[in-house]
């Protein structure tokens, strides 16, 4: 079955190193991925989009990478900062009907310490 | 902040209610998606309208039912709710055929009793 997976542990990290988030997923052919942040009580918020044809994205001090063979997405925050902390997730496009529905994984929740 | 707008923000039913929720989605944008969201987890697809009509479904009952309007506009409802019914339930709006990014509004927090 068609599966995508978030590091459900929250990921604790010291403001101003990179951190780094994992997305996997099984049984997918995703023509696009997207990453979006959501804050507690909030919806999502579209940061990113890389498409099957891309290896890298890269906007300010976000980078993704997309890699289709080893059905991966790796998300990045440089120089990361108290503000960054949230909760973050990768989803990917599926076709149903025609229509182009996100399918999300669970989320991995980023704490940044000052 | 994006243009689309939900409401209620909380609402507080009993089991074997019905709920209506309902979405106004971004200027411009043609299609409008619906997700469930457990405490804990990720957005679930609820179905997708694109012009008035239902353009695909994820995995509910058919007691979840929605309506588009010629705004574009939205409505979700729920039908003989179940305590498992407790969520946040998201609209997203995009512009189906333009790009592939979705516009989250704040969702609306709902709790079964």
């Known amino acids: 079955s068609q599966k995508i997976e978030q590091n459900s542990e929250a990921l604790n990290i010291q403001e101003g190193k990179t951190a780094t988030l994992t997305c996997n997923y099984t049984?997918?052919?995703?023509?696009?991925l997207q990453w979006y942040r959501q804050d507690p009580g909030r919806g999502p918020v579209f940061l990113l989009l890389i498409r099957e044809n891309e290896k890298e994205k890269r906007k300010e001090r976000l980078k993704v990478t997309f890699d289709t063979t080893l059905k991966q997405s790796l998300f990045h925050i440089t120089a990361s900062q108290p503000a960054d902390s949230a909760t973050y997730l990768c989803a990917l496009d599926t076709y149903n009907n025609a229509g182009n529905m996100l399918t999300f994984g669970g989320g991995t929740r980023l704490m940044v310490k000052p | 902040e994006t243009g689309v707008t939900q409401s209620p923000t909380h609402l507080i039913k009993t089991r074997g209610q019905q709920v209506t929720l309902r979405c106004s989605s971004q200027?411009?944008?043609?299609?409008v998606s619906w997700y469930q969201q457990a405490l804990g987890q990720g957005p679930q697809f609820i179905f997708q309208?694109?012009?008035?009509?239902?353009?695909g479904r994820g995995n509910f009952p058919p007691r979840f039912s929605g309506l588009q309007f010629p705004n574009y506009s939205s409505e979700l409802n729920v039908n003989a709710l179940e305590l498992d019914d407790s969520a946040l339930y998201l609209c997203a709006s995009s512009d189906q055929g333009a790009e592939e990014t979705q516009y989250f509004g704040p969702g609306t927090r709902l709790l079964v009793l």
């Open positions: 049984n997918y052919s995703p023509a696009y």
């Open positions: 200027s411009g944008h043609n299609t």
């Open positions: 309208y694109y012009r008035e009509e239902e353009n």
